[in-house]
């Protein structure tokens, strides 16, 4: 009885590791559909196998963590959240700024999530402008979901009031002659974010 128990407490330390391998990083619930016991977690940290990294949010000890670990932990939170924005923008490379806050966007609807850490700063997106011109980016072993080159772009412009137009045509610019975006991609997202009358001026001085 002894020696079955021990085997089924080996078998769920070596699923549970080959989980967060594959995963980046684990939470209670991705242990539900595969039958492991939320209390291996709790046997893991314990024996060294896995650290605690938040509130809920479970790694590999010493694993590497990139300059945007704080999106991956956000990408396990909210699964259905995009970076986007000031987020976006220094994912990309295309600002030298570097907000405390993760720049998320959500469904119109959808209730805000609270996190103790990373803090995050709510955008609400509806239709097109939450769905299209998304991608999928693995940071640190973890799939995040990041608005385009070209999407983000356009919505800069959209919240031009609240990150500075002076922020959005450093975008634009950056974008645009480091040939990250085609004029259609942008002039697509453009009319997605309703905002193609506010930048035709500026796309017109490119071209």
Known sequence: MLWNTLTR?????????????????????????????????????????????????????GREVSVHGALAEVARRVPKGVVCLLSALRFHGLTTQA????????????????????????????????????????????????????????????????IGLDVALEALRSAWYEKRMTSDDLWHYAKVCRVANVMRPYLDSLA
Not at 18 to 46: E, H, K, M, N, W
Not at 105 to 118: F, G, M, Q, R, S
């Open 9 to 61: 407490m080996d078998t769920a330390a070596v699923r549970l590791i080959d989980l967060a391998r594959s995963q980046g990083l684990i939470r209670p619930c991705d242990l539900v559909p595969l039958g492991i016991p939320r209390v291996s977690l709790t046997r893991a940290v314990r024996h060294g196998q896995l650290e605690r990294v938040g509130r809920g949010l479970y790694g590999l000890p």
């Open 99 to 162: 907000p405390f806050e993760v720049w998320l966007a959500i469904e119109n609807k959808a209730i805000a999530p609270k996190l103790d850490y990373p803090p995050l700063r709510i955008f609400r997106f509806s239709g097109g402008a939450l769905t299209e011109g998304v991608e999928e980016h693995v940071v640190d072993g973890v799939t995040v979901r990041v608005t385009s080159v070209a999407k983000t772009v356009a919505d800069c412009f959209k919240y031009r009031n609240k």
